[in-house]
């Protein structure tokens, strides 16, 4: 494979990671092995939860702070019965009674919320001892479990922002506030939807319980098999094929799980090895699938859980954030077949053969009916419905198609996994989503949101691009260390009220974080869908990581697109005017790539020249006349020059 003798450990670690160690790599932990009626009971209880998710999504909620303590409640007791605090505790007798313990200790925070809700509002300000006894221990609990499911660093992040709350009466004046004692803290956290139960929760147990469970049940009935099936027959034949049908099924598949890791460990394990045996060379069969499977937590209609905490943050229905995010998502993956094409061009690799595809017509003709229920999600958001209640009937319509094909009918056990695995896979989210209320609850206590925005408008000396760029930077060091969610929830508090007030739109910058934090997925040092792509691969972690984030590399200049140019985010609706802007937008990242991959039609070998042309697809993101001008007279000299190289060069090999 060529790997450096000079690797680290850690590259090392990740290089021998399998599938399995990527989902343990993704969530920090690894469930505890559970048997015979402690197994039964765990699964019980999810399905129940996701039940009750389902029935209240139905019939409605009576109380918000209800509904979200029973939604914290089943999160935290199921969370510590199937995570141990550590590996090598996993199966140790003591840890796991503890750790009941701990479970007993939620559903006794649970209860305690359920009897005292009613009466949570008329406190605020004035909290009792209880209150401040239950807040304390909410915190200890939230913050363990996070620990333990979702990572070290989002627990230190969380308790950064503790102390600061604490104790940032110390701080320099720019920083300072007067200061928060600690039973008004962990009281305020608790008793207020501001806090613990604010609206990162209230996303977790309104929308993403119901949406993992609906990519559990478009995958299990063989939606997700359908997409990579049509994939291939599609595009299999062409240049560079089974990185296009990396690409077009990652991007499908990606947008409706919203989870890059998982997209690279479903898509790539078939994708990836199709890609090295026609020739690409792993660490760029890796970095295709991780860079096409981040641009699922941009690509409606699911995206990632940010985007639901956006529509609330921003008070816009869910279908206007997708109609926004559409097209630069889709100029995203425009962006990757470019490169993987000029890549193929470059490197002379084939398709499949198309004896060895399955036509189009035939795939459409086996199982046109899976991608039903997709269609019926996607009208239903578009159409105004309640992305939960669009959320149930694509699961039910799931059912049905699935009950109705005698070929690939599931029993009920095979349905009864599904919604277990569902409310499972929601504890992840469930725990980042309420450590997220802690840091939003102190950032609101303390008053740093509007600090840290004047803070940022002064660095930036009221120049708007030193003020995108600080943001890009912030975005993608938090985005490291941090899930997307988190990032964008704090971003969104202390960055984006900055970016408005000098003048950008309020849906293109929250966008705007929202993407420096999804690439973080393929940014080393910590690239984690680049890392799950290098496994399977077989190939070296850090080079995988550096090659996913040449390849996606669009993803860092299309934010400054649509914030210089808001009408890619069709912020004034569809229309005639857009086509202009979308076609230079095309045109720009069609330069960028090519300046990237030193490619078009022939190889680029002078610096030079690369740097005019990527030049050139930068100045067609500025909106104006003479820019987009410019911009295209460079593309057109430099690419109709190569043009005309590679025909001088084929007339010389003719003769």
């Known amino acids: 494979m060529g790997r450096s003798q000079s690797m680290t450990k850690d590259e090392k670690d990740l290089d021998s990671m399998d599938e399995k160690d990527l989902e343990a790599l993704a969530e920090d932990g690894k469930r505890r092995p559970l048997t015979g009626g402690v197994a039964l009971l765990v699964g019980a209880l999810a399905v129940i939860w996701t039940l009750y998710t389902i029935y209240s999504t139905i019939f409605g909620v009576l109380n918000v702070l209800v509904y979200r303590g029973i939604h914290l409640t089943f999160a935290l007791a199921l969370g510590f019965v199937l995570f141990p605090p550590s590996k090598k505790l996993a199966g140790h007798k003591i840890a796991y009674a503890i750790d009941l313990l701990l479970a007993l200790t939620s559903v006794a925070l649970g209860i305690y919320v359920l009897n005292s809700a009613g009466s949570f509002a008329d406190r605020i300000g004035i909290p009792n001892r209880a209150d401040f006894i239950f807040g304390a221990i909410a915190v200890v609990l939230i913050l363990e479990l996070t620990r333990r499911v979702v990572g070290k660093s989002m627990t230190i992040v969380a308790g950064v922002f503790l102390v600061y709350a604490l104790f940032g009466r110390h701080l320099p004046s720019f920083l300072a506030h007067p200061g928060v004692d600690v039973k008004m803290l962990t009281s305020t956290l608790l008793i207020s939807l501001e806090g613990i139960f604010g609206v990162a929760l209230g996303v977790s147990a309104n929308l993403l319980l119901i949406f993992i469970v609906v990519a559990q049940f478009l995958v299990g009935t063989g939606t997700g098999q359908f997409i990579m099936d049509l994939s291939s027959s599609l595009i299999g034949w062409a240049r560079g094929g089974p990185a296009k049908i990396a690409i077009i099924s990652s991007g499908l598949f990606g947008s409706i799980s919203g989870s890059a890791v998982a997209n690279v460990l479903s898509t790539g394990a078939v994708t990836i ?77 084939r398709g499949i053969p198309k ?282 000299l430099i690419v109709g020059a190569n043009y005309r190289f590679k025909q001088k060069d084929r007339v010389i090999l003719s003769e």
């Open 273 to 349: 090895p199709m890609m090295k045996k026609l020739g690409y060379k792993p660490h760029f069969a890796g970095a295709v699938e991780a860079a096409a499977s981040t641009g699922g937590q941009i690509m409606p209609p699911v995206m990632g859980a940010a985007a639901f905490v956006m529509a609330e943050v921003l008070g816009v229905p869910y279908a206007k954030v997708c109609v926004s995010a559409a097209l630069p998502a889709i100029l995203y993956y425009v962006a990757l077949l470019i490169m993987v094409d000029l890549e193929a061009a470059r490197t002379q690799l």
């Open 355 to 636: 004896e060895n595809l399955v036509p189009v017509k035939k795939t459409l003709k086996e199982g046109w009916f899976y991608i039903i229920p997709l269609v019926i999600l996607i009208y239903l958001i578009m159409t105004g419905s309640s992305p939960q209640r669009a959320g149930v009937i694509t699961i039910a319509a799931s059912i049905i198609i699935n009950l109705l094909n005698w070929k690939n009918r599931l029993s009920l056990k095979q349905y009864l996994h599904m919604l277990k695995e569902g409310s499972l896979g929601c504890i992840l989210i469930a725990m980042a989503c309420a450590t997220a209320g802690i840091i939003m609850g102190c950032v609101n206590l303390t008053g740093l949101g509007p600090n840290f925005s004047g803070i940022l408008v002064s660095l930036a000396s009221g120049n708007q691009l030193a003020l995108l760029l600080l943001t890009m930077v912030a975005s993608i060091i938090l985005g490291m260390a941090l899930p997307t969610l988190i990032c964008y929830m704090i971003l969104a508090v202390l960055i984006a009220p900055a970016l408005v007030s000098m003048g950008v739109e309020p849906m293109a910058a929250h966008l705007f974080v929202l993407y420096f934090g999804v690439i973080s997925f393929v940014t080393p040092p910590v690239a984690l869908a680049a890392y799950a792509g290098a496994a399977i691969a077989n190939a070296n972690a850090m080079k995988t990581g550096w090659t996913a984030a040449k390849i996606a590399t669009c993803m860092f200049v299309l934010p400054f697109m649509f914030v210089y140019n808001p009408e890619l985010i069709l912020i004034h609706g569809l229309s005639w005017s857009v086509l202009p802007i979308i076609i230079t937008s095309v045109i720009g990242t069609t330069a960028i790539c090519m300046a990237i991959q030193g490619y078009a039609f022939t190889p680029i070998r002078h610096w030079p020249v690369r740097v005019i042309l990527f030049l050139a697809g930068i100045s067609l993101i500025y909106p104006g006349m003479y820019t987009d001008l410019l911009g295209i007279a460079c593309f057109a």
